[in-house]
């Protein structure tokens, strides 16, 4: 009928790509009671089921961070996709794969993504957490004014990550109250007393395993920033760092490297450009 006709362009015309995943993402989500809408729960109970419900779509292999190399669009499926059954679902995935993993996959190199890429690995599955420690308080979306600082300490061959101020805390933080034992730091990078610009840290924030988040770090402060008026599946945080230490080599350096003699080499000569070309 033309009704029916009119349907099926509209749904072409709505679902451009990726269709054929697009219809099992869907069918996925409609089998299981887990993606079932529940109402007045706890704020902990809200934020556990978006986890539970992210680990579901994860292991059902609606989305890959390696999909960004070949296929970005079945990832913006995926959210599409998810996004109609549960926002708070959606955001921790744009976080642990966009944000936090796509990064990690665009400015890591292969000591970051673990013997066989299985590092790679345990982002899919969300079995390792991750957050985007980006925002500060005084800067917001001037982040190349940051203060957060990461300063090579030539001694111990680390990194020391250090909140100087608080206007310098990282806020709204997406997996940070609860779930992320990792956060890729944003922080100026100084070497020998020289300010190289703001650049990208892969550091575990939390000590659990593989699967559990275990305890913050004690260099690590993390302030749950509680109810909000949507979203409260989304666990925001505020994050600092006490002189917080992580091996030279958690620099994702595929732009900028730096050895173990201080010596800094990067393809993008302006430090300001270092993080604007990449952001």
Partial sequence: SHGQSLQQELAVALTPDNREHRQKIKEFLQSSDLFLPKYDLPLS????????????????????????????????????????CDGSLATKMTVQFNLFGGTVLRLGTEKHFGEGE???????????CGCFALTELGFGNNAVQMQTTAELDERTDEWVIHTPTTVAKKYWITNGACHSQWAVIFARMLVRGQDHGVHAFLCRIR???????????????????????GCNGVDNGILSFHRLRVPRTALLDAFTQVDARGTVRSTIKKPRDRFLKVA
């Fill in 45 to 84: 109970s809200e934020r556990e089921l978006a986890l539970h419900r992210l680990r579901a779509v994860c292991a059902m292999g609606a989305l890959s961070v390696k999909d960004f190399r070949d296929n970005p669009q079945r990832i913006f499926a995926a959210h599409e996709e998810v996004g109609l």
């Fill in 118 to 128: 299985s590092f790679l690995r345990d982002i899919d599955s969300a079995g390792a």
């Fill in 207 to 229: 000590d659990g395993a593989v699967g559990q988040p275990g305890q913050p770090l004690p260099e690590v402060g993390i302030e749950d920033m509680g109810h909000k008026m």
